[in-house]
């Protein structure tokens, strides 16, 4: 879900997977980045793909994207025997802003498919359309998850490891609780949830740096993958 930062997850996975320090070196992976449908915000396609408090984007990937890459005839004739892991420790999704909501949401709703979840600049605010059927649940999007309904506090922990992000300037840092669209606050909070839940999680506040800051992606991303990957040997 991070398209733009490709060249990074990319380059951090290749000098990871042949690390000579065995507490760095990870396992070899398939990185899949999945462009969204375009536009930005509510009734955007991106938003309805993205912002969407269900198990749609999981179901999307799972039963559509990933055969459509088993099935491609390159990447067949290349490697005929590619295979994914059923096992769900062993499926990551990684997004910013929008796609780090999704990113969650993905695991939240079905983990059973996907446990490890990293967020940059989590879009954990109010950007459901407001005409979704899923509103009747979750009336404030992905802000619910830190709101008063307490989604993460009241559900029952889940098998997850995850990392959130927030910039010290990320968008909204200035608004009131009252707009539902104050990323730091929401941020801090989705943090202090799952840490009080007792999830694997691990934060990180990046100061006098912005939404989706690049230098952030630059300065941690390779210790995040290290960190997300902890106790995984592949299969």
């Known amino acids: 879900m991070v398209p733009g930062h490709l060249p990074l997850v990319r380059n951090a996975l290749d000098n990871l ?11 070899a992976f ?27 984007l999981a179901r999307f990937i799972n039963d559509e994207v990933l055969p459509a890459v088993l099935d491609n005839a390159e990447i067949k004739a290349a490697y005929p025997h590619l295979a994914f892991t059923k096992n769900p420790w062993g499926h990551a999704v990684m997004g910013c802003s929008s796609g780090g909501a999704a990113a969650l949401s993905m695991g939240w709703f079905r983990p059973d498919l996907f446990r490890r ?19 009747a649940q979750t009336p404030h999007g992905a802000w619910d998850y830190h709101s008063e309904l307490k989604l ?15 910039s010290e300037n990320d968008n909204g ?8 669209h104050n990323w730091v606050m929401a941020g801090r ?41 902890h106790g995984y040997h592949g299969e």
């Open 117 to 135: 979840i990293v967020a940059y600049s989590g879009t954990f605010v109010a950007q459901q359309d407001d005409d979704a059927p899923e509103q």
């Open 189 to 229: 909070r989705t943090s202090a949830a799952l840490t009080a839940k007792g999830y694997h999680h691990r934060f990180v506040f990046s100061k006098a740096t912005k939404h989706c800051d690049g230098r952030v992606f630059n300065q941690t991303l390779a210790d995040t993958l290290v960190w997300l990957w």
């Open 152 to 166: 993460i506090e009241k559900s029952e922990k889940k098998p997850l490891r995850i990392f959130t992000h927030v």
């Open 17 to 27: 997977t042949i690390s000579k320090d065995a507490n760095r070196r990870l396992p």
């Open 30 to 56: 398939i990185a899949i980045a999945v462009e969204n449908g375009g536009n930005d915000g509510k009734k955007s396609e991106r938003g309805l793909e993205y912002d969407t408090m269900s198990d749609r």
């Open 173 to 180: 840092a200035d608004k009131p609780e009252s707009s539902y």
